[in-house]
């Protein structure tokens, strides 16, 4: 191997052992080397008791099966790593196998592929915080719960949930802990990343999500959760929400006037109080067969209606908590694709994309307390 594990990361791997682990480290500390060594020694395990199956290795978008499976095989050299997405064909031989979930999940449903749980020794869950409401990663881990398969399972990740204040957090949490089957957390404490020579972008290695507060989010007093959704929408039509705000719902509506040139039938759920039903129904269309060709795109739409509901929820506060959902999906930048003949939504998305500023941010982070 031409590197070595740093102090805290052979720590994080001792610490996960043979248990169900989150590994919580911040961005750019080296999570997937730590998960590649946990799958490392989970198949020497299973060889030495005669038992040697399989690690598969989740990540949430297509764009990062390459790259976490090129570093897999850097560290890895000894095993076969192969990658796997819905167009590419069915591996036979591998050791590691690096897939997206949604592509895992319908491999695993086709009896005949011999996907079942039992072929695996150990599940990493990369940016395991997915793990929430129908996402197909929420789905895997409850099948795997359900199933009698002795899977190990490793969680990756720097933002561990999405929920905003004290009681959304810890019941978010402990969800996500039901799902997985997790024993404990594993986390570097700022003493120990610095002493292995992780240098955090900003001085600080962890962010918290709160921040500066945005100028003219909604006040006080008019903060009623049952008319959460009225008040944002009253704000919205009266131009008073935060320029965030506005930014977001127009990029939005943009996106929904192409869902109608694709489908007719398209009715916007953005009236609905329900503020989950609107991902619930772009996650619906994305599974009708009329509409297959188009279903990066409706599951493009999902994405930014959780960005807008994230942003609502915390009464306009949390905006870089959505900007970090949309850069999470990789939402941004096909976004452009679509809304070539639309002059002010594609302005509105540039003022978003400025304000994340990608190669300087880093996630914010909500832990465990």
């Known amino acids: ?87 590419l064909a069915v591996p036979d031989s591998f050791d590691v196998l690096v897939a997206t979930p949604d592509a895992f999940r319908r491999l695993q449903m086709r009896q005949e592929t011999g996907f079942g749980w039992t072929r695996f020794c150990i599940c990493v869950f990369d940016e395991v915080h997915h793990v929430l409401k129908d996402h197909p990663y929420r789905k895997l881990a409850q099948s795997l719960r359900r199933s009698s398969s002795k899977v190990q399972v490793v969680g990756l990740s720097a933002s561990l949930t999405y929920a905003v204040g004290e009681t959304d957090v810890r019941r978010a949490l402990q969800r996500m802990s039901d799902d997985l089957g997790l024993e404990s957390m594993a986390c570097p404490s700022d003493a120990e990343l610095r002493a292995g020579g992780y240098e955090p972008p900003h001085g600080e290695v962890e962010l918290v999500a709160v921040g500066v507060q945005p100028e003219g989010v909604v006040p006080v007093d008019e903060r009623k959760p049952h008319l959460m959704h009225k008040t944002f929408f009253d704000r919205v039509e009266r131009g008073e929400a935060t320029e965030f705000a506005l930014n977001l719902v127009a990029v939005v509506r943009a996106l929904e006037q192409v869902a109608r040139e694709y489908d007719v039938t398209f009715e916007s759920p953005l009236k609905k109080p329900s503020l989950s039903a609107w991902e619930t129904y772009a996650n619906q269309l994305t599974r009708r067969k009329n509409l297959a060709a188009q279903r990066p795109f409706f599951e493009l739409l999902e994405n930014w209606y959780v960005a807008m509901r994230i942003l609502i929820t915390t009464w306009e506060e949390q905006e870089e908590l959505a900007l970090h959902w949309l850069h999470c999906q990789a939402a941004f930048v096909p976004v452009l694709d679509f809304l070539v003949s639309q002059d002010g939504a594609v302005a509105a998305m540039e003022k978003l994309m400025s304000r994340f500023e990608l190669e300087e941010r880093s996630p914010p982070l909500t832990a465990f307390s």
């Open 1 to 87: 191997m031409g590197v070595q594990l740093r102090p805290y990361q052979t720590r994080m791997v001792q610490e996960v052992g043979r248990r169900n682990v989150i590994v919580k480290m911040p961005t750019g500390s080296g999570k997937t080397l730590v998960a590649a060594e946990c799958m490392r020694l989970a198949l020497q395990r299973g060889s030495s008791d005669g038992d040697c199956r399989h690690a598969v290795f989740l990540v949430p978008t297509r764009d990062l099966v390459e790259q976490q499976a090129r570093a897999v095989r850097g560290w890895c050299a000894e095993l076969r790593v192969k990658e796997f997405m819905s167009n």
